[in-house]
């Protein structure tokens, strides 16, 4: 710990009105602060105010109640006054339909054209859904006309489904559509349709008599989203790689998934193909002080082992983003993602994530001015006190759809509260992963558990500190002895005089540990394709002969079956007739009473003495 220089203090003394409130007590103690212009409110984040306020992952939860409808969307947009979309991470999408028509002998091949991105994207997953069901498109077959299969609408010979992608850096019309649509009178695709710089797929659906579809297709992809701008891998800029804000053609890397980086990119603007902005905010770099932004990102990439050895990010996330939203909304759910939070103030963008650093300042009871008695707040209220959470987020494995995660319950505190459940429910829209998810619904019950905090006024040497900032409180007032209890700046208002009112808040150092043992099972549902068996009816046939109008006999075959009690809506049974000294067919026709048991099949090829083999 040093002191201040004497020269700062007579320089903020310098500032002060002549009459300025008592105060007594030393200097504070500090390390390694940095000196900013602090006001009592910052600039606007890409337009709007933000207080120089403590926002950590459980006023993120605390706040207002969240609109019901973030998460994946599930159904397929369509119309002109739906906002154009875009996806940052990897991410799962029903996408906006943009055309459709069909082709071929009574138009049996239905196609849609479907938008996924706004600005080109890095993929496009082989995982899609049809119809609510989890598929695979194998990419490693291509027709002639650039489409690939999906693997379980491959049946009777027929590929049932088929997608070709674009990713969004395609200079012409597709071929496939002005070859088959251009002429069309009605909706042509002419050739001048590019759709430049969208990533947008192109699915055929085969029309079915055999029950492969139930209603119009619907589609559902997995998006590898857009490229963005890594600084830690700009050497330019004091990180190490190719990365350079002004050539988009370099952006793009693992740090796509990392929600630091991806407030990075929003505060500083989403760029368009040319990059003109598109979305997001106008920060020129020197406004995002990277020493914060590289330290929080890094925190974010830190390793994570699952308790089945797999290793993940500690925090990632992916979404998808409406280009009418307002991008401070976006920002505060992904730093609620990640256990951290997002500062403006004197012209300085400046992030944090995870755990608070070390002290920086050590105060005691004599810094705080007399005159402004301080108020304590010992105790929180008990509908802000949790032993328990639950959050819904964007399950993957449940083709992507909004489901609920593990309840995890603290035992100690659960016994603290006399084995009364206090049960937290959060929204997480943009964390799939369900490990993640978990570690921060502990997180969010120990930062709930926090009682401690008061407030008061400090001297203009306090003009340094900064939010999230950790100092020491050494206080006989309050019994802490020794080298105090840490606490945090959670607010902080200049006046004037250049005194400096503070609000500190508790710090619970055991809020971030996690252990792999600590992870909770949690398995979902089937979500592969469902098809009915088939139904096992067995036929029984024997020759017979039936009267014709004259009387004179004409040969049959009789045909009779056990229906029971099958709860089945069929329509009918196909048969055909061939010869057995041959092979050839030489009559076909259906069955359409089934629940009757019994038909007599005629037909003019039939002889007497002939023998016949029949199929169902």
């Given at each position: ?76 947009e369509n119309g002109a006054d ?147 701008y890594d600084p830690r891998r ?31 990119n929003i505060i500083r603007g ?347």
């Amino acid at each position: 710990m040093r002191r201040f220089s004497a020269f700062l203090v007579a320089l903020i003394t310098f500032w002060l009105a002549a009459s300025a409130p008592a105060h007594a007590g030393p200097l504070l103690t500090a390390v390694g602060a940095l000196v900013v212009n602090l006001g009592a409110v910052g600039n606007a984040i890409v337009g709007l105010v933000v207080n120089f306020g403590f926002q950590t992952l459980m006023t993120a939860f605390f706040g207002p109640k969240e609109p019901k409808d973030k998460g994946t969307k599930q159904r397929m947009e369509n119309g002109a006054d739906k906002a154009p979309k875009i996806i940052l991470g990897q991410y799962g999408t029903p996408g906006h339909l943009l055309y459709h028509n069909s082709f071929l002998e009574n138009r049996k091949v239905y196609v849609q054209v479907i938008i996924l991105s706004a600005i080109p994207v890095k993929g496009v997953s082989n995982y899609c859904r049809i119809a609510g069901q989890n598929c695979t498109i194998d990419f490693g077959t291509v027709d002639d006309d650039g489409f690939s299969p999906v693997s379980e609408y491959q049946q009777y010979g027929n590929n049932y489904a088929k997608v070709k992608v674009h990713l969004g850096g395609q200079t012409v019309a597709d071929p496939f559509l002005v070859d088959n649509f251009g002429s069309d009178p009605d909706f042509p695709w002419a050739s001048d349709m590019i759709v430049k710089g969208c990533a947008y797929v192109i699915v055929q659906s085969l029309y079915s008599k055999k029950g492969v579809w139930a209603g119009t297709p619907e589609y559902f992809f997995k998006v590898d989203g857009i490229p963005l701008y890594d600084p830690r891998r700009d050497s330019s800029v004091g990180g190490s790689g190719s990365q350079r804000w002004n050539d988009m053609s370099t952006w793009g890397g693992s740090g796509d998934y990392n929600p630091k980086v991806q407030i990075y990119n929003i505060i500083r603007g989403i760029r368009d193909i040319d990059g003109s902005r598109l979305w997001g905010g106008r920060a020129e770099a020197y406004r995002l002080p990277l020493d914060y932004w590289f330290a929080a990102m890094n925190v974010c990439d830190q390793d994570i082992e699952k308790k089945n050895g797999d290793i993940v990010k500690r925090y990632q996330t992916g979404l998808e983003i409406e280009l009418d939203s307002e991008p401070l909304d976006i920002i505060m759910d992904l730093d609620k993602s990640c256990s951290g939070f997002t500062t403006e103030y004197g012209g300085k963008y400046k992030t944090w994530c995870g755990e608070p650093g070390l002290s920086v300042m050590t105060v005691t009871d004599d810094d705080f001015y007399i005159s402004d008695p301080m108020k304590d707040d010992p105790f929180k209220p008990v509908q802000e006190t949790y032993n328990s959470a639950v959050a819904t987020y964007p399950e993957p494995r449940s083709g992507w759809s909004m489901e609920p995660g593990p309840l995890y319950v603290d035992a100690e505190y659960l016994a603290a509260d006399d084995n009364e459940p206090l049960v937290l429910d959060a929204q997480l829209p943009y964390v799939t992963e369900n490990n993640q998810v978990q570690r921060l619904m502990r997180e969010a019950i120990r930062e709930s558990r926090i009682q401690l905090s008061h407030t008061g006024t400090l001297p203009p040497e306090a003009y340094i500190l900064e939010p999230h900032d950790r100092i020491s409180y050494i206080s006989t007032r309050n019994g802490y002895h020794g080298d105090g209890v840490d606490f945090l700046i959670g607010s902080k208002e200049d006046y004037p005089d250049v005194r400096q009112v503070v609000t500190i808040r508790g710090v619970n150092p055991n809020a971030f540990g996690w252990l792999k043992e600590m992870e909770l099972d949690h398995t979902v549902g089937h979500m592969g394709v469902v098809r009915h068996n088939a139904l096992d009816v067995a036929f029984s046939v024997a020759p017979d002969w039936t009267e014709t109008e004259n009387g004179r006999d004409k040969p049959a075959i009789a045909v009779t079956w056990d229906w029971g009690d099958i709860d089945v809506d069929v329509d009918r049974v196909k048969w055909e007739v061939r010869k057995a000294s041959t092979g050839k067919k030489i009559a076909e026709g259906a069955i359409h009473k089934l629940e009757d048991g019994h038909a007599l099949l005629v037909h003019p090829a039939f002889r007497f003495k002939q023998q016949l083999e029949i199929r169902f």
